[in-house]
């Protein structure tokens, strides 16, 4: 699929996640994350950072709540609040989690024009960072439990992330300079085969659109069931139309794949 | 290729000058390149060579004005390339004239997939559509990667990523190619191939290609003209006979040239075959290996795969103490793999592993040393990085001890992340060993490594296995195999199709055989091995001549 779809999904997606606090929404959000991830995820190493960005998801969700217990004159009602704040956090988290798996942050880059060439390439060279840093962790930790140091205790901490940023900080300096020494920046710039708009990424375009069009008309309309009330809790309502956008988001994984699209495997 | 129009190539032309060019990385009060002057003719195949943090990345990276540009420090001279000066021209400046591979090609990828990788340098420098895409197929046939041109290149095995990357880099018809330790992942025949793809460049379309390689064995039949840095010396520029013989104890065929007394030592297998015509040496030695003694690891119908790639598929391997063990095999055979399971870091669908009669415990009856040995450095010392491990482990030996079994004891002080990639190997080993485990893997351990650090650790390795406990090491590099090994086991795709003495296995192997099996046949490994026969013969020859006389 386009990268330019998948960027749409995943800024539609994210919207929705932050216009709304009701866990009935938000759930069925986190799964049309997982079962996007499941069904188009590409294959590499990549793939397996979802699971991170749901468990950094997990403790987002846990330490909102914590924060709010420890204050005096604790209430129920604040409690639930920060905990749905926090699901909001985390479902945020896992979409942009299954953008990372699904699309390649460089192929957007070759989208940008030249003007934004130089701050797109930041913005691909930053998203890449979290799964190289991902890679790094695992490797880092296996290598020094096979040295007898368990990392998991805060004193080994240097010993997992010394290794983690330094390898992090050469492994940027050879990509800059590999970059350079390939003419980046260099004025004219042509592209090679762009990526083709197929009808997959057309539909995938219209439902995502669709989907904010629907929240933004519900957040005019101030419907109530966007948000849940937590003074006093109520279980709050289900609006079908809203419910119905949220799950048309998981549309790019019943497409099936059209065999002019060329794979990634 | 497009023709174009080249003005002044006769021969004098130089693709590469130096002019006393001087350079002094930031916090570094050592000059690396001391007033270098040197030409490099264009068409020319160079190979760079000098012992481990002698500046061979150093002198690469200057000729594409990666250094000074990038590296920041102290430079002072002139290097111009193809006549535009790396002063007055950025890397990114010179992407037509000069492409360069470092070593590392995982982390120098800009795109994700292959075709695209390829294309990228071609996009940078507004390359017509249309040609382009001649390019990138020609390219892909060139290194021979067609069939993984929508593979993501993450997810390719090292060979094949270095192949990528040389690709990537030819795209653009570059006429000087500056390569880091090109074969330094690759399997025999990978090398090989790569090598020869080279070659035919530099013989079909002229380009310039300079090198930097420790796998002296591997490349010294290919090139033309070598590059020998010393630190703190002028660098020597000749035949690289010559060079090798000024700065480098060479090939193992050069080695046995020296020390029988060949002048000039031969450079490659072909000469040494010459030279040694009409030579009759008693039958190879038997290999002096007490027999195995208590078994310390063993693995059974081991079975073992990511998902639905299946790596291993019923694999038996055993260890004993006292052994060396050498797993070869192609790029993408299943070594690493099967070191995993054997250190109880991944789990086999099925078949069991066995160490010391109970199950892996990494870290306590196994260690592993990994094939990125920097991946578990961090302290700030050479020698807290060796203290870390003792006092994890609450193992019996002192720092000192596991110093002095690699002989890094000059080190004590040094940062381990200032050192170079073969020194960094070397400590990583020693804070590793520190666990004294009984069975210790080591996944590629000779990248980066020049002979001397060769040679301390194949003294380690047999300290290791005569104080009764095991090695077993993943390893392409033929002649470490031929030297340390005492039984080679082979394995292609998942299964064990070989295993024995190195002399048997590796002897009659076309891709496999050390040179010195390449020059005398089957059964000899090393220089030393045959020049030892050669005295023996020549004493016996002595006798009997003097037995007639009298």
């Known amino acids: 699929m386009h990268p330019g779809a998948w960027l749409l999904w995943a800024l539609s997606a994210g919207f929705v996640a932050i216009s709304t606090t009701n866990p009935f929404y938000l759930l069925p959000l986190l799964g049309v994350a997982w079962v996007v991830h499941a069904a188009c995820h590409r294959s590499g190493p990549q793939a397996r950072s979802w699971r991170i960005f749901l468990i950094f998801g997990v403790l987002t969700i846990c330490t909102r709540t914590a924060l709010v217990v420890f204050l005096p004159d604790i209430q129920l009602g604040s409690v639930v609040e920060a905990a749905l704040e926090g699901l909001r956090l985390a479902v945020l988290l896992t979409v942009f989690g299954t953008y990372n798996t699904v699309s390649d942050p460089f192929g957007v880059l070759r989208l940008a024009p030249r003007r934004f060439h130089e701050p797109a390439l930041a913005a691909a060279l930053a998203l890449s960072i979290a799964p190289r840093t991902i890679a790094a962790v695992s490797t880092v930790r296996e290598a020094q439990r096979l040295r007898g140091i368990e990392i998991g205790r805060f004193r080994s901490l240097p010993a997992l992330a010394v290794p983690v940023l330094e390898t992090g900080m050469e492994e940027a300096v050879v990509l800059a300079e590999s970059m350079d020494a390939r003419g980046h920046g260099r004025g004219r710039r042509t592209r090679y085969r762009p990526e083709r708009w197929s009808r997959r990424s057309s539909t995938v375009a219209l439902a995502s659109a669709a989907a904010v069009a629907v929240v933004v008309w519900a957040l005019l309309r101030a419907d109530p069931s966007l948000a849940m009330s937590a003074f006093p809790i109520t279980w709050p309502r289900v609006s079908p139309v809203v419910l119905a956008a949220v799950l048309v988001l998981s549309l790019p994984a019943w497409l099936p794949q059209s065999a002019s699209e060329r794979t990634t495997t | ?550």
């Open chain 2, 1 to 550: 290729m497009v023709a174009t129009v080249r003005l002044g190539t006769d021969d004098n032309v130089n693709a590469v000058d130096f002019e006393r060019v001087s350079f002094t990385y930031p916090d570094s009060d050592s000059p690396v390149l001391d007033e270098a002057t040197l030409s490099l003719p264009e068409g020319a195949f160079v190979l760079v060579t000098g012992a481990t943090g002698a500046g061979k990345s150093t002198f690469i990276r200057a000729v594409n004005g990666l250094v000074p540009h990038f590296s920041g420090g102290e430079f002072s001279g002139r290097v111009t390339i193809h006549s535009r000066s790396t002063l007055d021209f950025a890397p990114r400046a010179l992407a037509d004239l000069v492409a360069f591979v470092p070593q590392d090609p995982a982390a120098a990828f800009v795109v994700d997939r292959v075709e695209d990788e390829i294309a990228y340098s071609l996009e940078n420098l507004g390359v017509d559509r249309a040609v382009m895409r001649r390019r990138v197929e020609e390219t892909l046939d060139a290194l021979n990667v067609e069939s993984l041109r929508d593979r993501s290149v993450r997810t390719l095995s090292g060979g094949e990523q270095q192949r990528v990357a040389i690709a990537a880099a030819l795209a653009p018809g570059p006429r000087v190619l500056l390569l880091d330790e090109p074969t330094s992942q690759l399997d025999p025949q990978g090398a090989e191939d790569v090598l020869a793809a080279l070659q035919r460049l530099v013989h079909d379309i002229g380009i310039t290609v300079v090198l930097a390689e420790h796998r002296l064995e591997r490349v010294a039949g290919f090139v033309d003209l070598a590059v020998g840095l010393r630190r703190g010396e002028a660098p020597v520029t000749g035949e690289p006979a010559e060079v090798l013989d000024a700065v480098d104890s060479g090939p193992p065929v050069t080695r046995l040239g020296r020390l029988v007394g060949w002048r000039p030592p031969p450079l490659t297998v072909r000469e040494a075959r010459r030279m040694a015509h009409g030579m009759h040496l008693t039958a190879p030695p038997q290999l002096e290996v007490a027999s195995p003694g208590r078994p310390l690891l063993a693995a059974r119908r081991l079975r073992a795969g990511y998902g639905h790639a299946q790596v291993l598929d019923g694999v038996d391997v055993h260890l004993a103490e006292g052994e060396i063990v050498a797993l070869m095999g192609r790029n993408g055979a299943g070594k690493t793999t099967l070191l995993r399971c054997l250190a109880g870091l991944h789990r086999p669908e099925s078949g069991h592993v066995e160490i010391d009669s109970g199950h892996p415990v990494p870290g306590r009856n196994v260690a592993l040393c990994p094939q990125r040995p920097e991946s578990v450095l961090f302290a700030e010392t050479v020698a807290g990085e060796v203290a870390a491990t003792l006092k994890a482990v609450g193992g019996p030996g002192t720092v000192n001890d596991s110093m002095d079994a690699l002989d890094i004891a000059h080190l004590h002080d040094r940062h381990p992340r200032d050192l170079s990639a073969g020194q960094r190997l070397l400590v990583a080993l020693a804070a590793i060993g520190a666990v004294d485990a009984p069975v210790l893997l080591l996944d590629e351990p000779t990248r980066g490594l020049d002979r001397d650090s060769k040679t301390r650790l194949v003294g380690f390795l047999r300290g290791w296995a005569q104080r009764g406990r095991g090695v077993m090491l993943a390893t392409h590099d033929v002649e470490l195999a031929a030297e340390v090994a005492t039984r080679v086991v082979m394995i292609a795709s998942g299964e064990v199709i070989a295993e024995g003495e190195p002399g048997h296995v590796l002897g009659d192997s076309p891709v496999f055989a050390p040179q010195m099996g390449r020059v005398f046949g089957a059964g000899w490994l090393t220089p030393e091995q045959v020049a030892r026969s050669m005295m023996v013969t020549s004493d016996a020859r002595d006798d009997g001549r003097a037995r007639t006389t009298s």
